[in-house]
């Protein structure tokens, strides 16, 4: 891939009035992979199981010293398994499982205090600076959920509906999406995620 984007060192496309075009760097992209699927279409069984293995990375002469790093949405492995029974004329349950390796994100390798700065006679003092080795150098735990799902279906001439009662990560498992300094002691970086165990009840119109 040619002319692909990224923000530059420093720059957050909200934090001031410049024009997003000059906050961003253009380099070069590499993806590859293979995707195998496997499907069952027929019976009261029915089901699919997928399974993705990728490698996708991005180079920037401005970036990571210039040499190549992990996209951020680089999962090397994504497996995803879905069945559905079919119980009765009217009835069915649904599983679905998802198995991904954790996207990439930076973290700083060490940290050190850069004392008092002396700049035309005027002092400040430099705080704490972050050592970041290179770009995207962590990968944030495994990624896997469950969903279940019970549906009622009914047809006649006019119209189709259904009722679904389906529950979003059944074991409330708390999957890493993005990490973040705690300030509270000990001080270190904490995992942070979304979306919990959400029980839901839906109503499906076709007409």
Do not use: C
């Not at 399974?51 to 210039?66: A, C, E, V």
């Amino acid at each position: 891939m040619h002319h692909t984007t990224d923000l530059a060192n420093g720059s957050s496309i909200a934090s001031d009035m410049t024009p997003w075009f000059d906050k961003v760097v253009q380099g070069t992209g590499s993806s590859k992979g293979i995707e195998l699927l496997v499907e069952k279409q027929f019976g009261d069984l029915k089901g699919m199981i997928s399974y993705t293995l990728s490698k996708s990375t991005r180079q920037y002469d401005s970036l990571n010293y210039g040499n190549p790093f992990r996209f951020r949405y680089d999962r090397l492995h994504d497996l995803s398994v879905s069945l559905k029974y079919q119980i009765s004329k009217h009835w069915d349950v649904s599983a679905l499982w998802v198995l991904g390796s954790g996207y990439p994100v930076t973290l700083p390798v060490s940290k050190y205090s850069a004392g008092i700065i002396i700049h035309n006679n005027d002092s400040d003092m430099g705080g704490v600076v972050y050592d970041y080795s290179s770009k995207n150098n962590y990968t944030l735990p495994v990624y896997h959920r469950l969903d279940l799902g019970v549906h009622y279906n009914n047809t006649n001439r006019w119209w189709q509906y259904t009722w679904s009662i389906d529950i979003f990560n059944v074991y409330n498992r708390k999957n890493p999406v993005y990490l973040y300094y705690s300030n509270n002691y000990p001080k270190s970086f904490k995992y942070g995620s979304f979306l919990p165990m959400i029980p839901t009840i839906s109503y499906l119109l076709k007409f």
